[in-house]
């Protein structure tokens, strides 16, 4: 290349450049703390040497100005952002005094401050690191790691860290920290020396010097580093070396660059977790001589550390005491601290620090626990805590063992730079950093100031990817240096003030910064020496210079900072030295780069920001350039690029030359072409030379114009479309011809052969070729396309490659004919170009290669450029995957579709780009069509990438989409559903992926209740009930109403009494006073079915509390409506009456809160009344958040806070609460809570503790709930005990022990849930003898274990004697051995709770005992229920059954001995029992059986109430019987809202006097709840645990009073939350966001009771339990079908309907929903739209929006298929749009419109002979082949699905095509044709539709006929044998006979 073109482009211009102020300086004026400094200047100078004390003597207005500088401190980085955003900002963190500020800006947005911290003592150092979080194991073997982005900010006793999402940590440091650098895992701190610590005693090793710590919470570990020796023994070590300070470190790669201040080295050192055996060896011997001292001294180190983290100073000796951290509010670090769970959670008591891998356990400081290494278990000498609480520090120094700290980092030492002859002092790198070149080689850079050096280190990774391998180093003269990442380059600043740009070490050009003088040769005399280096300064504001001490206070006692070197001149001192400032501002330094952005530091202080500017901003140039690079040899690529660079951005205004343009030019000189003398890159260069600067480098030949001028205009692309358009054929206007008379002037064009490219030509001609490939897949490329193929024709030419020239001129025969000049390249120069291997003579075609693979013939690999030609890769896979059926096509790499072109030098690298993308498709999808959209979807190929893709290309593509629209996986991704159009699956795969959130929807649908008076709304507690979703559901009538009417508990009651005539006035109010009382019997047992009604409907903003509706105990008396108060006095109202009410208020308020809702602990304590004692509501509230599951969240102080205040129902709320949040999980810490209130499992030898009774009872209840189904041994044997658990002496347990038996019974059998007689390791308590022995009585036993003490001494007031009690302890053992043996269908155990058959051994038993029984042993007998009355007969003894042939009438017959009431009470007891078995048996099925069963029986019990038998059997047992059976039918229909039964229930509502007492009235409205449990969206599950909670909850003893816990914990009721599920399928119309109704089809499973069977369904519905279902479909005509199969597994359906229970479903086009047409009569294809209507073809528009709502196909049929009067001629146009979108629409396939119409245009345009390019020939040739596959009529004969295009248009359309060509060639095509063949030179005027033909026939070129040997033929048949070997279509070759026959003017045959 010639010098002159060297010296013409070194400059390169800079892009713009602006003023640069830290935003954070601006900011800090502003921030609140910035006042204090502002008061201080205001007071006069005495006041402040007064104020300060001994700070005075600085403290003067001087420390303002000179310490102005100190203070602050910024660095940039490059902004992060979401995945999928590209925005490109920087980040900015400013450090000044005690703040630092992080703002975000860039050049289009304003900065803004991001986060702003004000820390309590001076900032040292802020800096931004990631700590990585192992997440929990996932099904993949490795644990997710996930990352945390924090700043972190050091101060002098501790580094706050705080994370983008908002949590902070304090941590302290145990000693003075001189620097703190990020890494990849986390900060690694460097500690300061002390001076005095030099002289070491021989006896102390001495202490580390680097530490790390991985997460705030963990302990500071110290490094440890392996190096290698010189006698190559490797040495794993502490790094104790305070010579050693680091001076880098990165993250990617994970790199620590040091510097030896003793030997003046640098190193590098690869930074990584440290592996157990590097552990064990450091740990077994610190250094290498292991004396035992050694082993003491590590301990101290550990000690020291530990001690300090407790709480002491930094700065004293590790033996030393020292009380807290100076500053009250700092938060010590304690175990609690500790833990990991972020949440504040009720964590194990023993936090334990996180563990890096599964094995082993970082200690944390404050002993916890902690793993023995050696073996990998946990050490046995110190259980949980290491330190007991009164253990003081000494001690555990003195015990050997003290463990020391384990290191977690490993530094492994990769390069040292050499040793120089002479030691250079204080060489230590100022500032260091990695760049790479622009062909991707990676160097390490640092500059040491004081030689004003930069060295740059060349390191590459090993083969195996294992390790870097470091080269050596180049010196760069530099005062300074910073990389410029997005161009891989780097700005240098010379010595004499120039600024350069170098990629890698080569130099690229001078950096020209318009209105900065550049420095001329006078000027840089002037500048200093090297011997006082400018670099060195050390201003203040250029920190990135680390010296060794910056953070070390102590290095500034004085305001001036202190001398480092005599090299150090400080700025005044040299100021005043030098002339130099006279002579004007030069850069001084450079800092903060990001991307592309570097800041200047000018002399004079100011910054000024400049920005590099872009390689290239054009896809086609990007394109190009890197295929050169990956083609040619580094070092070449590398000098293309710098010249193209350079040419690119030279200085001198904006360029007007079109980027592809200057390309060209660029490329060719360098190919060795004289540009200037080649016709058209001559016009290229001419094309807009507007800018002057290249304008007068350029010699243009005169002035005043010339002949090529007029050329030029005629040649330009203006004319070309002038000279088609249709008004110069109107004006017949004659084309212009161009003349060439110049062309003779340069007959014979040669090469210069010396250039740098011209070896590589035939390389970069096919690299290009192969682009030019890629770029005929992309449509929004086609004219790079044609820009291209110009340099490729010309190229071509030159290299005599006549196939590729034929192949460009088919595909655009117009471009090519104005190429004529040649290059003539002679042998001697084709000797020096190097013939790549890969260039073939045939040119690779892609479409040629898909036509064939669609004709399915033999194809040769197609060759791609790996990361470049990424669409070839892809198109050609599809094919052969979607086409050929294979289906390993996307799987092997190099397969036999593809063959990679390997440029030597970066094989390797590119296999790695190919490992990332190889595809791994669906293993479980069946069809072709399935695996090629899933593949896509892995690749990231969407919906808008096929948009590009031309629609020949794409058919095959979109033919496999369109199958599998029909019925995709209900597994997909998101993005594979958006990719086959299916709108309503990517939603549902997009709410699957929002964790936790509440659903979108969910917003949409809330409504705000049914409108009305507002106020009236705000209060019931039940408006947040979503309304739409109700009245889909239950959509005949008003029931909703009708049931918040019944539940409300907020209004006055109206109180009805007649005041008769006899009756005084006061004796009236006290008559309605007593009235109210009983209607307030019926209001206090409301809220419990409010509770079920509104379950889990609401979701709190977390900044209001939540709304507890009160509870209106008053009344209004009509007719006046006076108000009627219980408080007046007149009547006794029992004491605390409404005290359990209210709880239960506020659990029904709690159970609102949905478990999905984003609340924490700091919202429950929130929702506590201020400044007044605990109330019973927040008591509810408490127990609610517990069975919702976010009472977990609550801390562990606020627990102790509420316990602590002694309020029995908050105690007995939360413990519950806590326990079913825990259930099952055998959770310590709870099991510590609950035990405190048990006494039996407290020790014997235990203060005994004043436990209120109820309280115990809740205890043991958690405690069954927290072991659910553990048979854990202890608990289950302490519970057998409890049941019988005798009075104590002095009156304890003696008051309702029935409830602490049952509760303990019950929690038995929870603990023992269904596990009968599998009860391991427990053979010896003979549990069910024990239970069976409470149940029926006996003697009691000897108390085992350790409360035998207790229970010597019998009770003074209970006289039991030595039997068992069996009125206390029935129920429970009864229960417990129902849970026990629940559906084990145990016979032995059932016949124990037979009911007896005498009417002796009847009179032996309670009645309600029978109930027991025979509910226990329906419970049992799981499996033998039957929804039929003759199921429950059975379990009634004969005798029983003979005296009660009828219960309402009373029988003369009746034998004398039999006692009739007995009979009677057992009858009702047992029906009932029975009834309730079946009702959980059932429960949530809707069975109708079962229904009618019991609402037989229900009826039957409503009957015996009122008549006249009832008082044989008792009223009380009656009206509980009737609750029992009631709520057994609610059990059964539970969530469907079923009419009848609410009309029952609202029955029992009515019935407010005689035995309705409040326990009845809860039961019933309890049912009623049950009916409507979550508004109709959950109903009840059961699961073995849902069976035990059911019966905790409707325990069938009601409480007689509102405040009566005797039989059972009123608490207890709210348990059936655990037996509820979510159930409900809520379909919603995608488009509207809408739900609707769709039919659902279900499939269950083949059970013993039933074969498989199908049930549709009218969605929103619930489902049966969904352990019995096969799978779900929603079907019919108006939805897309979806299916999910539920053999796989049931997770993805319960994520469904855990959140909302929304399926997205979508109408096909021209259905209607359900709502607006429930038969389907009003769809658009029921009108008759046929083909022989004459309407059809004018399909109104209007029609079309009844199929569709997109916007652009209504905008299409608007604009394009209405008629109008005047435009006669285009009436069939417009036929042909509107059916084809009428097709389009009706069959779903609106993605084919553009398709259609494209080919009706190119039809069109060949018939005009408009054609200049043969691009959509080649698509519509495709689709036909596409059609025409074999592949596809086997597809078809079975499918459902139709085409996607229709046969009879491809047809139509193939028939016109042919025509249109076949009259060409009649009329003169075949003479053109003959020429073209016999190779002579074709008319030019017709030459387009010779392209046309060729191509539309496939004709081969003239090489391929030629080599077939067709001279001499003369006879069609031999024709025929010879061209077979081309493959040539048969229609093709009869038109090709008979001009090669017959010469031309033949006709056809």
Not at 641 to 650: G, V
Not at 1391 to 1404: C, G, H, K, N, S
Not at 1435 to 1458: F, H, K, M, Y
Not at 1715 to 1728: C, M, N, V, W, Y
């Amino acid at each position: 290349m010639s010098n002159v073109y060297e010296e013409r482009v070194t400059m390169i211009a800079a892009g713009e450049m602006q003023e640069f102020v830290p935003f954070g300086r601006d900011h800090c004026r502003r921030h609140p703390s910035a006042t204090n400094l502002q008061l201080r200047q205001l007071q006069p100078a005495s006041e402040l040497w007064s104020s300060d004390g001994d700070a005075g003597l600085v403290g003067s207005l001087r420390e303002v100005t000179i310490h102005e500088k100190q203070k602050e401190s910024w660095h940039l980085r490059k902004g992060s952002c979401d995945i999928g955003e590209e925005l490109d900002y920087d980040e900015e963190l400013y450090v000044t005094g005690n703040m630092v500020i992080w703002s975000r800006g860039s050049k289009s947005h304003a900065s803004s401050v991001y986060k702003a911290f004000t820390v309590d003592s001076p900032v040292l150092q802020a800096l931004w690191c990631d700590f990585n979080i192992p997440q929990d194991k996932t099904e993949c073997m490795e644990a997710q790691e996930k990352t945390e982005k924090c700043v972190c900010i050091v101060q002098r006793s501790c580094v706050n860290v705080h994370t983008v999402d908002g949590k902070d940590y304090i941590a302290p440091l145990p000693f003075q920290v001189a620097d703190v650098w990020a890494n990849k895992y986390g900060l690694i701190f460097e500690r300061n020396n002390p001076v005095q610590e030099v002289p070491l005693s021989p006896l102390r090793e001495p202490l580390p010097t680097m530490f790390s710590m991985l997460h705030p919470l963990d302990e500071i570990a110290p490094l440890v580093c392996k190096s290698t020796a010189v006698t190559n023994i490797t040495r794993v070590q502490y790094i104790a070396d305070y010579t050693l300070k680091i001076v880098f470190s990165s993250s990617t790669p994970s790199l620590i660059m040091t510097y030896d201040t003793a030997q003046c080295l640098h190193a590098v050192w690869a930074l990584r977790k440290i592996k157990t055996e590097e552990q064990n060896t450091v740990l077994r011997c610190p250094s290498t001589a292991g004396t035992p001292q050694q082993i003491v001294t590590s301990s101290s180190l550990t000690a020291h550390l530990r001690s300090v983290s407790k709480g002491e100073s930094p700065i004293a000796s590790p033996f030393q005491n020292f009380s807290s951290f100076p500053n009250p509010n700092r938060s010590i670090v304690s175990p609690g601290a500790h833990s990991r769970s972020h949440s504040p959670s009720i964590s194990n008591m023993a936090a334990l620090s996180r563990s890096h891998s599964p094995s082993l356990g970082t200690s944390s400081f404050s002993g916890v626990q902690r793993f023995n290494l050696s073996t990998n278990t946990p050490s046995p000498k110190r259980g949980r805590n290491s330190h007991s609480p009164n253990s003081t520090l000494s001690d555990s120094l003195l015990v050997p063992e003290t463990e020391p700290v384990i290191p977690e980092l490993c530094l492994d030492h990769l390069w040292t730079e050499s040793m120089l002859n002479i030691r250079e002092k204080n060489s230590q790198a100022a500032k260091v950093f990695i760049t790479s070149d622009l062909c991707g080689q990676k160097f390490l850079c640092y500059l040491v100031e004081s030689r004003h050096q930069l060295r740059c280190v060349k390191f590459e990774e090993s083969n195996d990817l294992t390790q870097l391998i470091f080269g050596t180093v180049t010196v760069i003269q530099a005062k300074d240096a910073a990389p410029v990442e997005s161009v891989n380059t780097m700005v240098v600043l010379e010595s004499n003030g120039n600024l350069v740009l170098y990629t890698g070490i080569i130099r690229v050009g001078k950096v020209f910064i318009a209105g900065l003088p550049t420095p001329s040769l006078s000027m840089s005399n002037t500048l200093p020496r090297p011997s006082t280096p400018l670099g060195s300064i050390s201003t203040p504001a250029r920190p990135s210079s680390r010296h060794p001490g910056t953070l070390d206070e102590a290095v500034w006692p004085s305001p001036v900072p202190e001398l480092n070197d005599s090299t150090k001149i400080h700025d005044s001192l040299y100021m005043d030295d030098c002339t130099f400032h006279q002579i004007g501002t030069y850069i001084h330094s450079l800092r903060d780069p990001v991307q592309n952005r570097v800041t200047l530091e000018m002399s004079n202080g100011n910054l000024i920001r400049i920005t590099t500017p872009e390689i290239t901003n054009s896809q086609l140039v990007k394109k190009c350039l890197q295929a050169i690079r990956y083609i040619l040899p580094k070092e070449v690529a590398v000098q293309v690029l710098i010249k193209w660079y350079n040419a690119y951005n030279a200085p001198g205004g904006p360029n007007y030359h079109s980027e592809w343009n200057m390309f060209v030019i660029c490329l060719m000189n360098m190919m060795g072409y004289s540009t200037d003398r080649l016709m058209w890159t001559r016009n290229l260069d001419l094309e807009g030379s507007l800018s002057p600067v290249i304008a007068a480098k350029k010699a243009r030949p005169s002035e005043i114009g010339s002949d090529e001028d007029w050329e030029y205009l005629l040649s330009c692309d203006y004319h070309h479309n002038f000279e088609s358009h249709l008004l110069a054929k109107a004006l017949h206007l004659d084309p212009l011809e161009v003349l060439h008379p110049k062309e003779e002037i340069f007959p014979n064009l040669g090469l210069d052969s010396t250039t740098l490219l011209f070896g590589h030509i035939p390389a970069i001609f096919f690299v290009l070729h192969l682009i030019y490939e890629e770029l005929k897949l992309d449509n929004l490329m086609r004219d790079g396309a044609r820009s291209l193929v110009i340099l490729l024709y010309q190229l071509a030419r030159d290299l005599k490659l006549d196939m590729y020239m034929d192949s460009y001129w088919r595909d655009y025969p117009f471009l090519m004919k104005a190429l004529k000049q040649t290059c003539q390249i002679d042998q001697a120069q084709t000797r020096l170009m190097h013939q790549p291997p890969f260039l073939t003579a045939e040119p690779p075609s892609i479409y040629h290669w898909l036509s064939s693979c669609l004709n399915a013939d033999m194809m040769s690999p197609f060759p791609y450029l790996p990361g470049i030609c990424e669409r070839t890769k892809l198109i050609v896979q599809s094919f052969a995957l979607y086409i050929l059926g294979d289906e390993k096509a996307l799987s092997l790499e190099p397969s036999m579709y593809l063959s990679r072109i390997a440029a030597g030098q970066r094989k390797q690298q590119a296999e790695e780009d190919d490992k990332r993308l190889s595809l791994n498709p669906g293993t479980l999808s069946s069809s072709l069509a399935a695996k090629l959209v899933i593949s896509l979807t892995n690749l990231g190929f969407t919906l808008k990438d096929l948009e590009s893709v031309p629609f020949g290309v794409a058919l095959p593509i979109r033919d496999a989409i369109y199958h599998c629209r029909e019925q995709p996986s209900s597994d997909w991704s998101e993005a594979a559903c958006s990719l086959i159009g299916r709108q309503d699956l990517s939603k549902q795969a997009h709410e699957g992926n929002l964790h936790k959130t509440k659903s979108a929807l969910g917003h949409v649908l809330l409504s705000d209740g049914v409108s009305g008076n507002e106020a009236e709304e705000e209060e019931d507690g039940m408006n947040d009930m979503n309304q739409d979703l109700m009245s889909l559901i239950w959509n005949e009538d008003l029931r909703v109403q009708e049931v918040r009417r019944l539940l409300q508990s907020t209004h006055p009651v109206r109180v009805n009494v007649v005041q008769m005539p006899e009756v005084s006035d006061h004796e009236y109010i006290e008559e309605k006073e007593n009235r109210l009382l009983q209607l307030c019997q019926r209001t206090m047992a409301l809220p419990p079915g409010r509770g079920m009604f509104t379950l889990f409907s609401y979701h709190p903003v977390p900044t209001e509390p939540l709304p507890i509706p009160k509870l209106n105990l008053t009344g209004r008396a009509p007719p006046r409506n006076t108000t009627v108060d219980l408080n007046s006095g007149n009547i006794d109202v029992p004491p605390n009456m409404a005290s359990w009410a209210s709880f239960h208020n506020g659990v029904a308020a709690g159970l609102k809160v949905a478990p999905a809702s984003q609340i924490d602990s700091a919202w429950i304590v929130y929702n506590r009344q201020k400044n007044t004692e605990l109330t019973n509501e927040y008591a509810g509230l408490l127990m609610a958040l517990g069975l919702n599951g976010h009472l977990s969240k609550l801390t562990t102080m606020s627990i102790h806070d509420y316990l602590s205040k002694g309020h029995e129902m908050t105690s007995i709320g939360l413990l519950l609460g806590i326990s079913a949040a825990k259930l099952g999980t055998m959770d310590i810490s709870v099991t510590r809570l609950l035990s405190i209130h048990i006494p039996a499992l407290l020790p014997p030898t235990s203060t005994e503790l004043d436990v209120p009774h109820n309280l115990q009872v809740a205890a043991v209840m958690g405690i069954g709930l927290v072991y659910q189904g553990t048979a854990h041994r202890h608990i289950a044997e302490v519970l057998l005990t409890e049941i019988g658990r005798p009075p104590g002496p002095e009156m304890e347990n003696c008051t309702d022990r029935e409830s602490y038996s049952l509760a303990s019974g019950l929690a038995l059998g929870m603990v023992c849930l269904g596990h009968g007689s599998n009860l391991i390791g427990m053979s010896d308590l003979n549990v069910p003898d024990q239970l069976y022995q409470y149940m029926v009585g006996g003697h009691r036993r000897a108390q085992p274990g350790t409360h035998r003490e207790k229970h010597k001494s019998p009770s003074y007031q209970i006289k039991e004697g030595d039997t068992v009690n069996v009125d206390v302890t029935c129920p429970g053992a009864t229960l417990a051995l129902a849970l026990l043996y629940l559906k084990t269908n145990n016979r032995s155990i059932a016949d124990w709770l037979r009911a007896p058959d005498t009417q002796y051994l009847l009179d032996f038993v309670k009645p309600e005992f029978l109930l027991m029984r025979t509910l226990a042993r329906g419970l049992i007998m799981w499996d033998e229920i039957k929804p039929n009355p003759t199921w429950v007969n059975s379990n009634i003894p004969p005798i029983v059954r003979q005296n009660n042939a009828s219960l309402n009438t009373i029988d003369g017959q009746v034998s004398e001995d039999v006692d009739l009431q007995t009979m009677r009470q057992a009858h009702i007891n047992i029906i009932a029992g029975a009834c309730m078995a079946m009702g959980l048996r059932f429960a949530g099925s809707s069975n109708a059986a079962a229904f009618n069963c019991l609402y037989k029986y229900v009826k039957m019990f409503l009957e015996s109430v009122s008549s006249p038998v009832a008082t044989l059997a008792g009223h009380h047992n009656l009206e509980t019987c009737l609750s029992v059976v009631l709520l057994s039918l609610a059990l059964v229909m539970a969530g469907t809202g079923n009419l009848k039964v609410l009309q029952l229930c609202r029955l029992m509502h009515k019935r407010t006097g005689g035995e309705m007492n409040y326990g009845f009235h809860m039961a019933a409205h309890m049912a009623l709840g049950l009916l409507f449990l979550g508004g109709g969206r959950y109903s009840l599950c059961t699961s073995n645990s849902a069976i035990a909670a059911l019966l905790c909850a409707l325990y069938p003893r009601f409480p007689a009073h509102s405040t009566d816990n005797r039989y059972h914990l009123q608490a207890l009721r709210h348990l059936y939350v655990l037996a509820a599920e979510p159930r409900l399928l809520v379909p919603v119309d995608v488009d509207t966001n809408t739900p609707c109704y769709a039919l659902i089809k279900i499939t269950y499973k083949a059970s013993q009771w039933c074969e498989e069977m199908p049930v549709n369904l009218m969605a929103p519905s619930l489902l049966p339990e969904l352990h019995l279902l096969k799978e779900i479909k929603v079907k019919g005509p108006k939805y897309w079908e979806i299916m999910m199969d539920l053999s796989k597994g049931p997770q993805g359906l319960q994520s469904i309907l855990s959140k909302d229970g929304f399926l997205y479903v979508k109408l096909r086009a021209g259905h209607l929903s359900y709502t607006e047409d429930p038969k389907g009569f009003r769809s658009l294809l029921a009108q008759t739209f046929t083909h022989r209507n004459p309407e059809f073809l004018s399909i109104k528009p209007e029609a079309v929006s009844a199929f569709t709502s997109d916007p652009a196909l209504l905008s299409f049929a608007e604009y394009f298929c209405k008629h109008s009067k005047k435009e006669g001629q285009k009436q069939d146009v417009l036929d042909l749009f509107s059916s084809i979108l009428y097709e389009c629409v009706t069959q779903e396939k609106p993605e084919m419109l553009p398709t259609y119409i494209a080919i009706d245009q190119a039809v069109r345009r060949l018939e005009r002979k408009e054609m200049s390019e043969t691009f959509e020939l080649w698509q519509i040739k495709l689709m036909q082949q596409f059609y025409n596959s074999v592949c596809l009529q086997d597809k078809f004969k079975n499918s459902t699905t139709g085409l996607l295009i229709n046969p009879e248009f491809l047809l139509a359309m193939k028939n016109t095509l042919d025509k249109t060509l076949d009259l060409w060639l009649h009329a003169s095509g075949d003479v053109l044709l003959h020429s073209y063949l016999s190779s002579h030179p074709v008319e030019e005027s017709q030459i387009n539709m010779l392209a046309c033909f060729l191509v539309y026939h496939s004709i081969p070129t003239l090489q391929q006929i030629a080599a077939t040997g067709i001279n001499g033929t003369t006879c069609f048949s031999e024709l025929l044998l010879k061209f077979s070997r081309l493959h040539l279509p048969v229609q093709a070759l009869m038109r090709l006979a008979p001009v090669i026959l017959g010469g031309p003017q033949a006709t056809l045959i």
